[in-house]
Structures are given as C-alpha cells and as structure tokens.
C-alpha cells in the first residue's frame, strides 16, 4: 500500500501559478505511474496530468502547455506546476498513484481556486 500526503494549493488571481506536491511513503518501489486528478462541483473526476516511472508524461488537453508534471524518484514526489490559471481550472486536485500489480491509492484532495 503507498500513502499520498498533498501540499500547495489555495487562492490565485486567473494568470497566476501555483505548484501541488504529492509526497508517497509505503510500498514506494512497486509504483508505475503518479498522477493528478481534478474534481470541480458537478463533474466527474479527471486526469489532469500523468508521469510514469520512466518519465513518460501526458496531458489533458486542457492543460497542455499550462501545466507540467515532474517527479523526484530519489524523494518520493510528484509535482505539478500550474501556470496560466484560469477560473475553470478551480476544483480539488487529487495526488494518484497506480502499482504495478494494479492497484491504486488516492491523496486526501487539496483545494485550487482560480478567481479575481
């Protein structure tokens, strides 16, 4: 089982930027690919952003050219960078995780707001 702890989020003006950690602690050496999700009210939960363990990245369309996704395999993070923020970007970000026997573990969810 892998454990999820997210930080960063909060408030910003649309146009400004803002950058999600997601710190992983457990069974860190079985996972494949770290993800972000987001959930805005009314919606149905989606992929913003994916890397995997080889450091192969994909997108929303969406987000294409606004965000980007790294990860830090020797501390056990993912991050996302958030430019160009607009106001439909506002939802509850969600740090993931899928193993390489399938399973998946959720971050407890932090908060982006985009608005003037």
């Known amino acids: 089982q892998v454990q999820l702890v997210e930080s960063g989020g909060g408030l910003v003006q649309p146009g400004g930027s803002l950058r999600l950690s997601c710190a992983a602690s457990?069974?860190?050496?079985?996972?494949?690919?770290m993800d972000w999700y987001r959930q805005a009210p009314g919606k149905q939960r989606e992929l913003v952003a994916r890397?995997?363990?080889?450091?192969?990245?994909n997108y929303a369309d969406s987000v294409k050219g606004r965000f980007t996704i790294s990860r830090d395999n020797a501390k056990n993070m993912a991050s996302l960078q958030m430019n160009s923020l607009k106001p439909e970007d506002t939802a509850v970000y969600y740090c993931?995780?899928?193993?390489?026997?399938?399973?998946?573990?959720w971050g407890q969810g932090t908060q982006v707001t985009v608005s003037s």
């Open positions: 457990g069974n860190i050496f079985s996972i494949y690919a």
């Open positions: 993931h995780v899928l193993t390489r026997d399938g399973l998946n573990s």
């Open positions: 890397i995997t363990d080889g450091g192969s990245t």
